[in-house]
């Protein structure tokens, strides 16, 4: 089992920047560690579905992004710490959305683990 714990949200006028923050801890760290998740972040707006965002690679040397987000928003990790960031610049009121850290085993196809959200609202 993984947890995973969302920090950094907030209120922010368009234009701004905000940075989100994953802490995971893992029940069997000795079976298995940070560096053998990939890491992404979902989010979910007010009446919609949830969407992808950005997602790391397990050694976090490859990173995808929605074209939504892409040039705006940079996806990290630190397998050292266990962590994954969301570094969120040019923010726009459609960015307003409750954003998931999520996780995926390495083998497996969806994310099966995921934080409790962290809201992020930008006015206009």
């Known amino acids: 089992q993984v947890q995973l714990v969302e920090s950094g949200g907030g209120a922010v006028q368009a234009g701004g920047s905000l940075r989100l923050s994953c802490a995971a801890s893992i029940d069997t760290p000795h079976l298995y560690t940070f560096d053998l998740y990939a890491m992404a972040w979902f989010r979910q707006a007010p009446g919609k579905e949830r969407e992808f965002v950005a997602t790391v690679s397990s050694s976090g040397a490859g990173t995808m992004y929605a074209d939504s987000v892409r040039d705006r928003f940079a996806i990290s990790r630190d397998n050292a710490k266990k962590t994954s960031d969301l570094q969120m610049n040019a923010l726009k009121p459609e960015d307003t959305a409750v954003y998931y850290c999520?996780?995926?085993?390495?083998?497996?196809?969806?994310?099966?683990?995921w934080g409790q959200g962290t809201e992020v609202t930008v006015s206009s």
């Open positions: 999520a996780a995926r085993r390495l083998g497996n196809e969806e994310y099966s683990y």
